[in-house]
């Protein structure tokens, strides 16, 4: 078992040499660095968020996914001052221009938020539940001392058990 785990690290060490040996990327990043978000995503105003056709219904799904994300607000199907004040706080936090006021593009980017967090705290309930140790049928209960003896003491007391 010592020669297998000491196989791996070694071939663990060598894939990792040759990732060194690749050395930086060549992409040019300046011309991508130079440009600032907030000048190429335009401002949020009342006349674009009067694009998205909000009715009452769809305002309360802005301020329930709001507050799912952590960003605490009253639904009530109305955007006034705390809910204004909620969504500024939900821009600034995703580097958009901080107008309080919802965009197309920005309320796209919140429904796909909050499925995405949704989802992920959907899958880490799911994997809670694979974390618990499976219970043994048959009520016996079996003591391992660790080691190959009590693997094998494991396997043959699972085989030849109480029934």
Not at 3 to 19: E, T
Not at 89 to 112: E, S, V
Request: hydrophobic letters at 35%; a positive charge.
């Amino acid at each position: 078992m010592r020669v297998f785990i000491l196989a791996l690290s070694v071939l663990g060490i060598l894939a990792s040499a040759n990732v060194a040996k690749a050395g930086l990327s060549m992409t040019d990043r300046d011309l991508l660095a130079s440009a600032d978000p907030a000048t190429l995503v335009p401002e949020a105003t009342q006349e674009t968020e009067d694009q998205i056709g909000l009715d009452k219904g769809k305002r309360r799904d802005v301020q329930r996914r709001l507050t799912r994300l952590g960003f605490d607000t009253k639904v009530n199907g109305r955007f006034d001052k705390s809910t204004r004040a909620v969504i500024t706080r939900w821009q600034a936090a995703r580097g958009y221009p901080k107008t309080g006021f919802l965009d197309p593009l920005q309320h796209q980017a919140l429904l796909t938020e909050s499925v995405s967090t949704a989802r992920a705290s959907l899958a880490s309930s799911d994997k809670s539940d694979d974390d618990r140790p499976a219970r043994r049928r048959g009520g016996g209960h079996h003591r391992s001392s660790g080691g190959p003896g009590g693997l094998i003491g494991g396997v043959v007391g699972g085989l030849f058990g109480r029934r």
